[in-house]
């Protein structure tokens, strides 16, 4: 049967699913991402200060949407820009940075139109932040076909406060963070449609599930996309990149098998390994490429015109292998473009090569436990000053704290997703697990490097999603008795309760706002939060 009849009957499987018969599907995660954009929107130019590493990116943002490229800052350059007047003192000289520019051109945008004050550096990340608690809420919802467990893993993101800081500061990990949430989306509405096509093989018959040609899959390319502009904010998108695309690809065999293939592994690799290539890193290369227009079509970016009048390339370690690489002719190559893997040949060293003490750089074995969080903004006010009546003085902090009780209930609901993926072969375990491992797991080798606990913002929607999993197995299957039910509910709403509130009592430590310093300490449960 033609591929056209295939998808239009997958297309009427599509809209007879559960998922796509609830009318009220988007009024609900529409609510929880407004409740969302209202606390991450509130006083968001307080502090006015750089916070943590906003003294680097913002900075280089201004210059990318001036120059093209990112120039060097006099020392005083922050005290200059949040005074009274304010100076600008943006040079011409080119300033090495280790981070692609993709993040940078996000923060500017706010930038263009609010200038450079800390609500133009922060409301795009803080914009970013709301719609990836929507998007949880959608995703959610389609992953467990559940309107209300999907509104709930929304609202488990909306109250994290890792999520909640980096939602409200101008860094990068904000950025790439909403890019790999959206990515994941994409590839749930990819797998749906791709299932509805092969149902539709299998009700054909014969060899129709191995031969099937999948076409052209818009929602995978879109991923493929969003990964790359994540892999241009930073670069351990290309990880989260190589994960989902072993992912879908396995999507691809167990759909196939579950069609009625006869020998679904080889059509996969024969029918689908291409086509996934050129979606998933085909598509990420093309848009990483594109994030450096600016240092490509302007002349005054670092190391720009290294390659002019050589015929190799950089003779330093490079970003695919770690071994130093001659200097092979490579005159076929554009200047510009050697030039570029040269930059990013330096760039590999300096982030791998990283090791300076920093007072709160961390282990990633202590991330999930939340064992040590980032003070990213800290002041000490004194009695009287900025409404403060203790006489012990009072504290103004930003903690880049993950909400506890959500962060200590996730590391049971891992296990469960665990025990639902290896014993019962729950596909949605899988993809829950699947991000966690392409997040989390590749920074175990680099433990020698100086890195810190609040990466982990990438983390955080599917630590919401695996925490509602395991709500939805405490409220019980469809069918069971109304006593098991009641107290599943009651249960599951104790914890959310709990994470709601445990969120409302360390807001302060998020928000920089002016405590007494013994209701400080009295949030400092561990000496290493201090």
């Given amino acids: 049967m033609a591929l056209a009849v295939l998808e239009r009957r997958g297309l009427r499987a599509g809209r007879a699913a559960p998922a796509a018969a609830d009318r009220f599907g988007w009024w609900g995660p529409l609510a929880v991402a407004a409740f969302a ?126 999520q909640f800081v980096m939602s409200r500061v101008g860094l990068l990990d904000g950025v790439s963070a909403f890019f790999v949430l959206a990515a994941f989306g994409c590839l749930l509405v990819d797998r749906d449609r791709t299932r509805d096509l092969l149902r539709a093989a299998r009700a054909e018959g014969g060899r129709a599930a191995d031969e099937i040609r999948l076409g052209l899959r818009p929602w995978r390319i879109g991923a493929g996309l969003l990964l790359g502009a994540a892999c241009a904010v930073k670069w351990n998108g290309l990880q989260i990149l190589a994960v989902f695309t072993v992912l879908v690809l396995l999507w691809d065999r167990a759909g196939r098998r579950a069609a009625g293939a006869h020998r679904a592994l080889r059509s996969t690799l024969r029918r689908d390994l291409w086509p996934a290539a050129l979606a998933m890193p085909g598509a990420a290369l093309l848009v990483y490429l594109g994030s450096w227009s600016g240092w490509l079509a302007t002349g005054g970016g670092y190391d720009r015109h290294w390659a002019d009048g050589r015929a190799g390339l950089s003779p330093a370690r490079t970003p695919i292998v770690d071994i130093p690489l001659p200097q092979l002719p490579m005159t076929w190559v554009p200047a510009p473009l050697r030039s570029l893997w040269h930059y990013h040949a330096q760039m590999y060293d300096f982030n791998t090569g990283l090791s300076s003490p920093h007072t709160y750089q961390s282990n990633p074995w202590s991330w999930l436990v939340q064992g040590r969080p980032v003070s990213m903004y800290w002041e000490q ?50 993809a829950i697990l699947a991000g966690v491992a392409g997040i989390y797991l590749p920074w175990f080798q680099y433990q020698h490097r100086t890195i810190f606990s609040f990466y982990m913002v990438l983390l955080v929607p599917f630590l919401a999603l695996a925490v509602t999993q395991m709500l939805g197995a405490m409220l019980g299957p469809a069918g069971c008795p109304p006593r098991r039910r009641a107290w599943g509910a009651a249960g599951a709403g104790l914890i959310v309760l709990a994470i709601v509130g445990c969120f409302a009592f360390f807001h302060p430590l998020y928000t920089a706002e002016v405590i007494p310093m013994s209701d400080w300490r009295a949030r400092m449960w561990f000496t290493s939060w201090i």
Avoid: M
């Avoid at 922050?78 to 100076?87: C, E, M």
């Avoid at 665990?418 to 729950?426: G, K, P």
């Fill in 37 to 162: 954009g209202l606390l991450r929107l509130w006083d968001l130019p307080h502090p006015n200060a750089f916070v943590f590493d906003e003294t680097y990116y913002p900075k280089d943002a201004w210059s990318l949407w001036q120059q093209g490229y990112e120039a060097v800052w006099p020392d005083n350059a922050n005290q200059l820009i949040l005074g009274v007047p304010q100076v600008v003192p943006l040079g011409q000289a080119p300033a090495f940075v280790a981070h692609p520019p993709l993040g940078k051109w996000a923060i500017g945008v706010g930038e263009h139109f609010w200038g450079l004050h800390p609500f133009g550096w922060r409301i795009v990340v803080a914009l970013l932040g709301t719609l990836g608690v929507l998007l949880v809420a959608r995703i959610g919802r389609r992953l467990f076909r559940n309107t209300l467990l999907g509104c709930v893993a929304g609202l488990l993101t909306a109250v994290d406060g890792l």
């Fill in 381 to 430: 006010v004194p009695n009287g000053q900025r409404g403060c009546a203790s006489a012990d003085g009072c504290a103004s902090q930003i903690l880049a704290l993950g909400t506890p009780f959500l962060w200590w209930a996730a590391c049971f609901a891992l296990a469960y997703a665990l025990y639902r993926w290896f014993f019962r072969r729950d596909w949605r375990s899988g």
